[in-house]
């Protein structure tokens, strides 16, 4: 009975410390504006994370712009979903595929530059609450896009709008101007099992 009471009375002066903290940062953010995120990294579900913002800024009724880069061969599960349950969202599709797919360096430029000039006009509406540049930091890293047009284009956007970057690479200048960054490390992944891509999951 002493030993639980010992317990319980750790853990509430922990739980109190832990509050207290929290309290003090939520006292210190008094900043009113867009937050641009980076998700990046070797592992899975980048992309999964920001649709799952997607999903919550519909829950307020915000409204969203999705652009992807690289994507779109085949139609994915978040277009299927989108396309049937969310028809408000304006969701574009750079439609090459992947870069090893297509092998066509000037191809594949032609196709970036048309997707940015979609995610230009996303940027500086600032009717959009969350928009999501999927995909965007391969076009960087493989210079399909001019790196200093793409982060001042990122910094200029309207105040109210929050903003998704995921991929992997595309050098320090876009965790240089973004407010939160996540990496998502691979452990272990199925593919590498020689177990297939499976619908709902990985597309």
């Known amino acids: 009975m002493t030993e639980n009471k010992d317990k319980n009375t750790r853990h509430k002066a922990a739980m109190e410390k832990q ?21 990046t990294g070797d592992g899975k ?22 652009v992807q880069f690289i994507k ?11 396309q049937k349950c969310c028809p408000q969202v304006d969701f574009y599709q750079m439609g090459t595929g992947f870069t090893w797919d297509t092998q066509d ?15 230009q006009k996303h940027l500086s509406n600032p009717e959009i ?9 391969y ?24 903003l998704v970057v995921t991929g992997r690479g595309g050098g320090s200048a876009i965790r240089a101007v973004v407010d939160t960054v996540s990496e998502v490390k691979n452990i272990k992944h199925a593919f590498e099992s ?7 999951v990985d597309f």
């Open 105 to 119: 360096r000037e191809s594949d430029i032609k196709a970036a530059e048309k997707t940015w000039e979609i995610a």
């Open 45 to 66: 579900g980048k992309s999964s994370s920001a649709f799952g913002m997607v999903m919550r800024a519909l829950g307020y009724e915000q409204k969203v712009a999705v």
């Open 72 to 82: 779109g061969v085949q139609l994915s599960g978040e277009e299927l979903y989108i």
């Open 194 to 200: 020689g177990i297939k891509a499976r619908k709902g």
């Open 139 to 162: 076009m960087l890293a493989y210079k399909y896009l001019n790196e200093e047009m793409v982060i001042q284009a990122l910094k200029e956007r309207p105040q109210g709008q929050s």
């Open 129 to 137: 609450d969350l928009l999501v540049l999927d995909e965007i930091t």
């Open 19 to 39: 509050k207290q903290r929290v309290d003090e940062n939520i006292a210190r953010a008094e900043q009113e504006r867009g937050v641009a995120v980076l998700l």
